[in-house]
């Protein structure tokens, strides 16, 4: 069975549910500080925008977070 891929239609609360280890890689990014207590709601894309992301970084990120979950 393949795994499943992450999208920027995600829930942010349904990724780190699946995969805890990307906090670290999204905090590095400045995309989500979970430890701090910022409230995470929505997609995944929708926090990267309201982070002033561009959609390219966004589809770049995507990419990298799909690289992270195969390693």
Do not use: H, R
């Amino acid at each position: 069975m393949a795994e499943k891929l992450i999208t920027k239609e995600m829930w942010v609360e349904e990724i780190l549910e699946k995969y805890p280890a990307i906090q670290e890689f999204l905090s590095k990014k400045n995309i989500v500080c979970v430890m701090c207590g910022e409230p995470v709601w929505g997609s995944l894309k929708e926090l990267m925008q309201d982070k002033d992301f561009s959609d390219e970084e966004i589809n770049t990120i995507i990419k990298e977070l799909n690289k992270f979950i195969k390693e």
